[in-house]
């Protein structure tokens, strides 16, 4: 039997969200808490590689962007009755652009690893921005209308996206708790150990990499039908670095961090946003705070008190093993 | 294509080749030895570039400004180095660290830029007597362009000089092998590692005040300059000083030539070079060490 404290974060989870509904603060933060959500999806698939199997890929705009981009063209060339379906055909597609980018990428280790898929990414990012009859180049895709269920008034669209992922958390977070789950752990941990076990860390990296995108994808298409406009900066490295950072900031070790990053990060855009343009110069010291002193990321601080936790005898592990 | 406009092409690439070449080979010197990847490579660059917008403004002397921003990007790697990127060296899981913390001093940087320099598109003049152009038969040639790629054969010079003939770059070399052993010779590692850091960000910062007058300067020039850059060093392998030559020659021509030949995916050209390389040859054209692993 599991203990309640297992489903704390959950039950956080569903007061938090759910709580925004009931208090209803007008559809500006509406729209907010919905920005939110989906970037926490983002950033929880984005950890599987980065949190849970130790990749740290830094083109992870590549996959959300294509789900953005799929749904919002396949919106814009025929009906957006179809919405449902096409968030799920760009999930789909991100999987399987992604299967050749693993393919290629997970043959390299470390920083190559980084290297090689920013260089995806921006390869995408480039072509997304030069070929403006296909994808309208700089301006992006606009005024993608949604469907008549969702259409009129943010809340509707918040209450879609709040089930898609949460769905979507679910799976990720029962694929965490899996066998699976745990071999990814340990590949992060020791992939040697792993390989002696008997099992192909390449094959399980790379099953991480597709998931760990679908669900990007799913993000993306949401995003798309969120502001009903799309652009190529989705697609560009610092969509990339977000992932990193959110997952960071909150917590990359844990399983709902990365939403806390996402919140976090969302959230300062916003607040310093009002105050000044140079919002990003705020986030830049905030990220340096949080590297230098808070590395296990806001969800992580509590790990400090009490005795050494597991996740910190495997870094030392991993520190004597060499890895 | 007949063989002036060849030529001509040829020269404008390895002028961007130099420029690519200062910072790429900064950005490798410092992964080689100081074993980061420094994200906010760019931002020295545009630092440097920014530093010496101010001193000629205030001077009016090119040769003021390109001492100036040189010299202060340089100062604020030593002060950035010192008092923050010291403090992540040998955590567990370094490289993420790394690449946020570098990635935190863009947005800083950058929007410090920003911030006192305001967003509007500035110039810097080339110095008078390298504002015409000199000809080499019958092919014109922007003696400025010239003058990049005289700069950047002096530092190759110098740095071949450096690094294989003093006994302070010996300690250089030994850094990026064996730190460990290094320090129990008696070598002042952490020294090392600064001043390194500090001459290759104002290799970065020269770079900057070389290319000002050639582009122009905005406060998102060190974005660009930083991917091209990485997908030098990656091309000629990370941490290997003469493959960020051979990288930069190829991605400057790659620049140069794939402009005539597709101007809109003149830049998509360069990452498909990447990707070849790194598909191909995953450790960079010029390193042997063994990173694929079986």
Redesign the interface.
């Known amino acids: 039997m599991r203990k309640i404290k297992d489903y704390l974060p959950w039950i956080i989870y569903f007061i938090f969200f759910i709580g925004l509904l009931i208090i209803n603060p007008g559809p500006h933060y509406i729209h907010l808490a919905a920005r939110i959500i989906i970037y926490g999806l983002y950033a929880v698939a984005f950890n599987l590689i ?1 949190g849970t199997t ?1 990749l ?1 890929s ?1 083109g992870h705009a590549l996959f959300y962007g294509i789900g953005a981009y799929v749904t919002g063209m396949l919106v814009k060339a025929s009906t957006p009755e179809l919405f449902y379906l096409y968030i799920l055909i760009g999930a789909f597609g991100a999987a399987f652009i992604s299967f050749f980018i693993g393919l ?1 990428t997970l ?6 690893f ?3 898929t ?3 990414a ?2 995408v990012w ?2 997304t921005f ?1 070929l403006y009859h296909f994808t309208g180049g700089d301006d992006g895709i606009q005024a993608i209308a949604k469907p008549t269920l969702l259409a009129g008034g943010v809340t509707k669209y918040y209450l879609f996206s709040f089930v898609v992922v949460t769905i979507s958390i679910y799976i990720l977070w029962r694929i965490k708790r899996s066998p699976f789950g745990s071999v990814l752990s340990g590949i992060r941990q020791n992939p040697q150990r792993i390989t002696f076990l008997g099992l192909n ?2 094959k399980n990296q790379l099953k991480a990499f597709i998931i760990s995108a679908f669900f990007a994808g799913i993000a993306g298409g949401l995003y798309a039908g969120l502001d009903g406009s799309i652009h190529p900066d989705m697609l560009h ?1 610092p969509t990339s ?1 977000n992932a ?2 959110m997952a ?1 900031i909150g917590g ?1 070790s844990t399983f709902f961090g990365p939403v806390v990053g996402a919140g976090i990060l969302t959230g300062l855009e916003e607040i310093v946003g009002k105050y000044t343009e ?1 919002w ?2 705020y ?3 905030v ?2 705070i ?3 002193l808070f ?1 296990n990321g806001v969800l992580g601080i509590k790990k400090f008190t009490g005795s050494k936790n597991i996740e910190e005898k495997e ?1 030392e592990v ?2 004597n093993t060499g890895n | 294509m007949d063989f002036n406009t060849f030529i001509a092409q040829f020269i404008s690439g390895l002028s961007t080749a130099m420029l690519l070449f200062l910072v790429s080979s900064g950005l490798t010197l410092i992964f080689g030895v100081v074993n980061v ?1 420094n994200f906010a490579h760019g931002s020295f660059y545009l630092l440097g570039t920014y530093f010496a917008f101010q001193i000629m403004k205030l001077f009016n002397n090119y040769w003021a400004g390109l001492l100036a921003g040189t010299v202060g990007a340089g100062i604020v790697g030593m002060i950035i180095e010192y008092f ?1 990127l010291k ?2 060296y040998g ?3 370094e ?3 790394q ?3 570098t ?6 940087i ?3 830029v ?2 006192i320099w305001g967003t509007e598109y500035k110039t810097i003049p080339k110095p008078a007597f390298l504002s015409g152009s000199l000809s080499i038969g019958s092919i014109m040639v922007p003696s400025y362009n010239v003058f990049i790629i005289i700069i950047g054969f002096l530092i190759v010079i110098f740095a071949w000089y450096f690094l294989m003939r003093t006994d302070r770059g010996k300690q250089v070399r030994a850094s990026s092998l064996d730190r460990i052993m290094l320090s129990l010779l008696g070598t002042n590692v952490p020294l090392i590692m600064t001043l390194v850091f500090g001459v290759a960000t104002a290799m970065g910062g020269l770079a900057g005040v070389l290319a000002a007058p050639l582009r122009t300067v905005t406060p998102g020039a060190g974005i660009e300059i930083i ?1 091209d850059s ?2 030098v060093v ?1 091309i000629g392998g ?1 941490g290997n000083f003469w493959g960020a030559l051979l990288g930069a020659l190829i991605i400057g021509e790659v620049l140069s030539f794939g402009i005539l030949w597709m101007p ?2 003149a ?2 050209l360069t ?2 070079v ?2 070849i390389v ?2 191909l040859k ?2 960079g054209l010029l390193s042997k060490k063994a ?3 079986k």
Do not use: H
């Open positions: 980065y130790g740290v830094f290629l043959r390299l280790t470390g920083i190559y980084t290297m090689l920013l260089a995806f921006q390869l480039g072509l030069k860390v390449y490295w670095g990193i950072l960071t990359m140079y990003s110069f986030i830049g010291i990220v340096l949080v590297v230098l590395p870094k991993v520190c | 990847l923050f403090r992540i955590r567990a899981n490289g993420a660290f690449l946020l913390m990635y935190a001093f863009i947005l800083i950058d929007d410090m920003k911030y991917i990485m997908i990656v990370f809109e995916l830049t998509v990452f498909i990447m990707i790194l598909i995953p450790e990173i694929v692993r």
